[in-house]
């Protein structure tokens, strides 16, 4: 295992770890404020609001705050290894120079936005299904001893099926963000274009197949562009579907139905507008190299 798998793997460990401590938490208060109502109280709308409180703040909030610090050095860690690759690869007597200010502020600029994703994962993935398992719980007349069981079969399943999710997310961002590391250096290298490093094996996908086989050369300033403004993306003043749409536009993943074929069905070139840089679609492996 080299050094960006084990940063990779660290970091699905920070964020498994945590959310599994949150769940356990959000699940040990909301089913002791169950247990602490009194015997001849029935569940109400007032008592699922607080309930939904609860698991919001424990699961939103409070997780973003456990991972914070984490969050930060590893992304420092895979914006400085993006920039030795530009070392690695750069004319000998060519410096990009140190850790600089430049550095740090993108680096501060990625760990604000990925904690605004990370933060926001319940609100947008996960509450919805609590919200109608307790609105399920008025309308049927649940006892409170009947929800804390389904609360508990709900807390379990989200801490199973969650792993796969933080393990795709802590790839994708380690592979972004040491793109963006890349692109930092090329820049300070005063690089004009780069290509891409693709890698073929039986887990390529057509997309980055057929990304190989256009064995394309893209300039360097438009993807600094498109690298300035993701980075201007203010979490503060959005939210979190105009956040996304606003990614979207700027630098979409490419579709399968962008996919162009030969007449062998062999992936031979990609259509319309995409991200000039990987990752291209989930789990991507592609990565850049100066040109």
Not at 223 to 231: G, R, S
């Amino acid at each position: 295992m080299n050094y960006y798998d084990q940063l990779m793997l660290e970091y699905y460990r920070v964020l498994n770890n945590a959310w599994k401590t949150e769940i356990r938490d959000a699940a040990r208060l909301a089913i002791q404020m169950l247990s602490d109502m009194p015997r001849a109280e029935k569940l109400n709308q007032s008592s699922i609001d607080k309930l939904m409180s609860i698991i919001n703040t424990r699961l939103g909030d409070d997780f973003a705050a456990l991972v914070n610090e984490p969050t930060k050095a590893i992304i420092d860690r895979c914006v400085r290894l993006g920039l030795k690759d530009t070392q690695v690869q750069a004319p000998t007597k060519t410096s990009i120079g140190l850790w600089g200010i430049e550095d740090q502020h993108l680096s501060s600029t990625i760990r604000k936005q990925q904690l605004f994703w990370i933060g926001n994962h319940f609100e947008a993935d996960v509450r919805q299904n609590f919200a109608d398992t307790l609105s399920k719980a008025i309308e049927q007349g649940y006892t409170k001893e009947m929800l804390t069981d389904t609360l508990k079969d709900q807390f379990n399943d989200l801490a199973n099926r969650s792993s796969h999710y933080w393990q795709g997310l802590a790839e994708h961002t380690a592979l972004r963000i040491r793109e963006f590391g890349r692109l930092q250096g090329y820049k300070k290298a005063k690089a004009k274009y780069y290509k891409l490093v693709v890698i073929l094996d039986d887990r390529t996908s057509d997309i980055c197949r057929a990304l190989a086989a256009q064995d394309k050369i893209y300039p360097l300033n438009d993807a600094l562009e498109v690298m300035d403004n993701l980075m201007a993306l203010d979490t503060k003043s959005n939210s979190l579907d105009d956040a996304r749409e606003y990614i979207k536009a700027l630098a979409p993943w490419i579709k399968d139905d962008q996919i162009e074929y030969d007449s062998e069905m062999n992936p031979v070139g990609v259509s319309g507008a995409h991200t000039p840089f990987p990752p291209f679609h989930w789990k991507c492996r592609t990565t850049t190299v100066v040109y």
